[in-house]
């Protein structure tokens, strides 16, 4: 079973934080679509089966499109590829797009999984980040989603800005659980460089995030969401029993997935691609017939190091049996020698290798002390 990915790259206004690929002008928006219809025709080989278990519709902000535009995509997906009975059907929605119309009009495309980015509870960080939404839509929109069906919600939400201290982001946690979703994805702020709080930060007019409060908010989100029965399946994400994302599960579980869209990444098990960053750039690619992604065959060396990068984020682990198969003897014994070296930050069970605590807190660092140069 494998997944697609669509990327629509327009948003109504740049949040201050985003490093994602998107535009705010929708002037090129009939030239992507065609473009991203294009590219499924041209790629409706790519997987290795047409059966689809997941759609996800990210970005940017999908949640703008109309509902003729995202029919088009779904109509035309169809002509390919077949829904397995139980497809997770995912859009990414913003809290001021969500409303009674929509969200009937996305029920009837078969859209069944919404995730909205709630980011944060609080108008001031909210305005500060340059969301196009206050708390109370946020709080609304969740509502109304529900009252209106959808059994499949997650929010997005942000901790380590300056606006979040422990107790704060406790409340947080409360207002978040009180929603009643059944996923919610929590990430560390990150400053990235070419953002407008990357350039801010550059110039010292806004602090760099404390790596020692957000370690803590970490921990807090944690435990707290562990008491409402949610499963930490992947550091940043928690689902309840039986709503894991498919999609997203697929992705950390290296199954075979296709991007669409500019910027979109795709993965077949022995390369991936990556769609050219620009809207234009991809309009008029597709548009010529010229290359509209980059390629990159893996070598065993990157397989494993993507295997150990994404794995060890969840609770899936490394498997040593697993690592024997897919990357030989030679690796596995590469991967045993650091992992015990580094012991204190695993849970070993029945040779499964997974992070604990204080081995989530510095993931990154532990998967590329493992990795293979
Ligand atoms: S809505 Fe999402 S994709 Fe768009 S700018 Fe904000 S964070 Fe980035």
């Not at 997974?354 to 989530?360: A, H, P, R, V, W």
Request: charged letters at 20%; hydrophobic letters at 35%.
């Amino acid at each position: 079973m494998s997944g697609i990915y669509i990327h629509i790259p327009f948003c109504r206004k740049a949040c201050s934080y985003c490093d994602f690929h998107f535009s705010t002008s929708l002037n090129e928006k009939t030239n992507v679509l065609n473009a991203i219809l294009k590219e499924i025709t041209l790629r409706k080989k790519y997987l290795s089966t047409n059966q689809l278990d997941s759609i996800y519709f990210g970005g940017g902000t999908p949640s703008i499109l109309s509902e003729q535009d995202l029919g088009l995509i779904i109509n035309h997906l169809s002509k390919y590829f077949f829904w397995q009975k139980k497809i997770e059907i995912t859009l990414e929605a913003n809290p001021d797009d969500i409303s009674p119309l929509k969200l009937k009009q996305w029920t009837s495309l078969g859209i069944n999984r919404l995730s909205i980015g709630v980011q944060s509870f609080n108008d001031e960080e909210l305005k500060w980040m340059n969301r196009a939404h206050n708390s109370s839509e946020s709080i609304s929109s969740v509502k109304i989603a529900q009252d209106l069906g959808f059994d499949n919600i997650s929010i997005d939400l942000i901790y380590g800005s300056k606006f979040q201290t422990i107790s704060s982001w406790d409340l947080t946690l409360q207002q978040a659980i009180s929603l009643n979703t059944q996923h919610i994805s929590s990430y560390n702020l990150t400053i990235e460089k070419s953002t407008a709080l990357g350039l801010k930060n550059n110039r010292g007019l806004e602090p760099s995030v404390c790596d020692d409060l957000s370690s803590q908010q970490f921990l807090l989100l944690s435990e707290k969401l562990g008491q409402a029965d949610f499963i930490q399946y992947e550091i940043s994400n928690f689902g309840k029993k039986d709503f894991f994302a498919v999609h997203n599960t697929n992705y950390w579980l290296q199954k075979n997935y296709m991007g669409i869209g500019p910027s979109a990444h795709s993965f077949n098990g022995f390369s991936r691609q990556w769609n050219l960053k620009n809207n234009l750039f991809y309009v008029n690619a597709l548009k010529n017939n010229t290359d509209f992604f980059v390629l990159e065959n893996l070598s065993l060396k990157n397989r494993y190091n993507e295997y150990v990068l994404t794995r060890l984020r969840t609770i899936w682990g490394c498997n040593e049996i697993e690592i024997n198969q897919l990357f030989g003897l030679d690796i596995l014994a590469h991967f045993k020698k650091v992992a015990t070296e580094k012991k204190e930050f695993f849970e070993i069970k029945k040779n499964i290798y997974t992070l604990n605590k204080s081995g989530q807190l510095q993931a990154d660092g532990i998967a590329s002390d493992l990795f293979l140069l």
